[in-house]
C-alpha cells in the first residue's frame, strides 16, 4: 500500500482518526512504537475500549485501507497524534511531538502538509517547524504546518470526530487553507481558520474553562456543607437563572485532558497559577468524598 496519510500515534485519538480517514477509501498507514498495538491492529482487532471503533477498524484493515506499523512510510498528509503529558514539576513534555516529527523528517517532499493535533504548548507548532527547516532548509515555505486539536469526548469519538465544529491554525494562510481541504473531506463540523498559536491557545483555554467550572462546584458543595444548605437544590435554583449554568459536584477532575491541560496553559504564563491549580480544591474533593463514604457505611 502507498499511503496517502500516515498517522504517528495510535492511541485514544490516533486510532480512531486513522480508522475514520480509511473508512473513507483513503491508504492511511498508522505509526506506533509499541509492536504489539501494531500486530493487534493488523489484524483487525483493537487495543482500546471505544464504542464504534473495532468494526471501522476491521473494515478498514480488510478493505486494505489501513496498517499499522512501527515505521513511517512517504505520504502526502503526516498527523501527529502522541501523548504529551507534563512532567513532576508540571512543565509540558513535548518530547513525544519532537520524536515523531524527527521520525518523519527525512520522508518529507515539497506541498506536503503537516498536522499536529496533540495538545501543545503556545507555540509548539513552531517550534517543530524550526526543526524541520533546520534539518531540511530546502523545505522552508515549500511545505504546509498546521495544528488541529481534537474535542471529543471518550465513549462517543467516532461520532464526534464528524460531527464536532474545529479549530485550523496554520503557521501561515496557506497551511490553513491546506489543512482545511484536508479535513473537509472527513469533518461534517464547521471548520474554523485561524493561526496555529490561537488554535494551541484554544485547546487548553477549552479545558482550563471546564477545570475551574467543575472546581467552582466543588468548592460550592463544601460551603454547603459547612452552612447545611443542600447543595443540589441550590444549583439547581441557581440554574434558573437565563445566564447561569452551575456545573453538578462531584469528587474531583479526572479524563484525559482536564487535569493536564490547565498547566500548559500556565507554562509561561505563571500568572494563571492560582486559576488553575488543582491542588488545595482536589484535597477538598478526596477529604468530602472520604467523609461521604464513612457517613453512609455507619448508616
Not at 518530547?95 to 515523531?100: C, G, H, K, L, Q
Not at 534539518?135 to 481534537?150: G, Q, V
Not at 475551574?212 to 441550590?234: G, H, M, P, R, Y
Request: hydrophobic share 40%; proline share 5%; net charge neutral.
Amino acid at each position: 500500500m502507498n499511503p496517502e496519510v500516515v498517522t504517528v500515534g495510535l492511541g485514544y485519538i490516533g486510532l480512531p482518526t486513522s480508522a475514520l480517514i480509511a473508512s473513507h477509501g483513503t491508504n492511511v498507514l498508522g505509526v506506533d512504537v509499541n509492536k504489539k498495538v501494531v500486530d493487534t491492529i493488523n489484524k483487525g482487532s483493537i487495543h482500546i475500549v471505544e464504542p464504534d471503533l473495532e468494526d471501522i477498524v476491521f473494515k478498514a484493515v480488510k478493505k486494505g485501507n489501513l496498517i499499522a506499523s512501527t515505521n513511517a512510510s512517504p505520504a502526502n498528509v503526516y498527523l501527529i497524534v502522541v501523548p504529551t503529558p507534563f512532567k513532576e514539576n508540571h512543565e509540558p513534555d513535548i518530547s513525544y511531538i519532537e520524536a515523531a516529527t524527527k521520525g518523519i523528517i527525512p520522508l518529507l517532499k515539497k506541498r506536503d502538509l503537516y498536522i499536529i493535533e496533540s495538545t501543545s504548548p503556545i507555540g509548539t507548532t513552531e517550534k517543530m517547524m524550526k526543526l524541520i527547516y533546520t534539518s531540511r532548509p530546502e523545505l522552508k515555505n515549500e511545505i504546509f504546518i498546521a495544528y488541529c486539536p481534537e474535542r471529543v469526548l471518550p465513549g462517543n469519538v467516532m461520532h464526534e470526530l464528524v460531527e464536532n465544529d474545529r479549530v485550523i491554525g496554520g503557521v501561515d494562510k496557506a497551511s490553513t487553507k491546506k489543512a482545511i481541504s484536508f479535513y473537509s473531506k472527513y469533518v461534517k463540523g464547521e471548520l474554523h481558520a485561524t493561526n496555529a498559536r490561537t488554535a494551541e491557545m484554544c485547546k487548553l483555554v477549552e479545558n482550563s474553562s471546564r477545570d475551574v467550572q467543575i472546581a467552582f462546584a466543588n468548592e460550592l458543595s463544601l460551603i454547603c456543607d459547612k452552612a447545611t444548605i443542600n447543595v443540589w437544590e441550590l444549583i439547581r435554583l441557581a440554574n434558573k437563572h437565563p445566564r447561569v449554568n452551575i456545573l453538578k459536584p462531584g469528587c474531583g477532575v479526572g479524563g484525559h485532558c482536564i487535569a493536564v491541560d490547565p498547566w500548559f496553559l500556565v507554562n509561561g504564563n505563571e500568572e494563571l497559577t492560582k486559576v488553575v491549580d488543582d491542588n488545595s480544591h482536589l484535597e477538598g474533593y478526596r477529604k468530602r468524598c472520604k467523609e461521604e463514604l464513612i457517613k453512609r457505611k455507619e448508616l
